[in-house]
């Protein structure tokens, strides 16, 4: 079962991804390192509610 999820940058809290993952077998939030277009440089991404 996935779920939709949205990523939020660390440094500025801007929402700019959207993805799905697996809550099954996922313990803590999820964290990608994206571009972010506010900070202009890639930044690390977490899940936010």
Do not use: D, P
């Not at 991804?17 to 990608?32: G, I, M």
Request: charge should be positive; glycine fraction near 4%.
């Amino acid at each position: 079962m996935n779920n939709k999820v949205t990523l939020a940058c660390k440094e500025c809290g801007s929402r700019n991804y959207s993805t799905t993952s697996n809550k099954q077998t996922q313990t803590e939030r999820l964290e990608l390192k994206k571009y972010c277009n506010n900070c202009g440089a890639h930044t690390v991404h977490k899940e936010t509610k």
